[in-house]
T-cell receptor, first 113, second 116 residues
Framework: AQSVTQLGSHVSVSEGALVLLRCNYSSSVPPYLFWYVQYPNQGLQLLLKYTSAATLVKGINGFEAEFKKSETSFHLTKPSAHMSDAAEYFCAVTGNQGGKLIFGQGTELSVKP | AAGVIQSPRHLIKEKRETATLKCYPIPRHDTVYWYQQGPGQDPQFLISFYEKMQSDKGSIPDRFSAQQFSDYHSELNMSSLELGDSALYFC???????????????FGPGTRLLVL
């Protein structure tokens, strides 16, 4: 069975500050991990994905995430927050055969001016 | 680039009515997934199709059915609608990688269903 836990349903940062959104996974098989972003009233947009090629994954809009097997984590970071980063962020996992995504509960990111 | 198309974008129905949601995947994508996202919740997997055959099934009520057609578009049919069916329904498409499971799901904008 697979699951994802996102720590913190709401995160608030100041513009220009570091963004850190936490995700821990549980998987009985080597996982594929994803971060998606959802802007209000919009669909899910892929930010980045981990597929075992490299543990540090760079995505769009300056985001990156590091896969740490020892910690079963896949935290999302961005060095400097921008107002346009305000959105809901979902971490998701799927097994090494692909297939359905199992999502975390989501983290709402607010960016203060 | 072409994206996943869903129609309608918004739908209002009464209890016990039926609804049909449509999904048009990215051209050449052969796999379609349906997810349901309740208010303030994470998306929950409903059902998926690969090459027009059901490939996986999640927490989809028996009142719902779906299929994938020869042109790869998919329809989610919902009957005897209940208030709790009010949600955002996403369709995602992907291309099964011939060399492994390296597929990425691309999501449509969703259909917002409101049951009154």
């Amino acid at each position: 069975a697979q699951s994802v836990t996102q720590l913190g349903s709401h995160v608030s940062v100041s513009e220009g500050a570091l963004v850190l959104l936490r995700c821990n996974y549980s998987s009985s098989v080597p996982p594929y991990l994803f971060w998606y972003v959802q802007y209000p009233n919009q669909g899910l947009q892929l930010l980045l994905k981990y597929t075992s090629a490299a543990t540090l994954v760079k995505g769009i809009n300056g985001f990156e995430a590091e896969f740490k097997k020892s910690e079963t984590s896949f935290h999302l970071t961005k060095p400097s927050a921008h107002m346009s980063d305000a959105a809901e962020y979902f971490c998701a996992v799927t097994g090494n055969q692909g297939g359905k995504l199992i999502f975390g509960q989501g983290t709402e990111l607010s960016v203060k001016p | 680039a072409a994206g996943v198309i869903q129609s309608p974008r918004h739908l209002i129905k009464e209890k016990r009515e039926t609804a049909t949601l449509k999904c048009y995947p990215i051209p050449r994508h052969d796999t379609v997934y349906w997810y349901q996202q309740g208010p303030g919740q994470d998306p929950q997997f409903l059902i998926s199709f690969y090459e027009k055959m059901q490939s996986d099934k999640g927490s989809i009520p028996d009142r719902f059915s779906a299929q994938q057609f020869s042109d790869y578009h998919s329809e989610l049919n919902m009957s005897s609608l209940e208030l709790g069916d009010s949600a955002l329904y996403f369709c995602a498409s992907s291309l099964r990688d011939q060399w492994g499971p390296l597929e990425t799901q691309y999501f449509g904008p969703g259909t917002r269903l409101l049951v009154l």
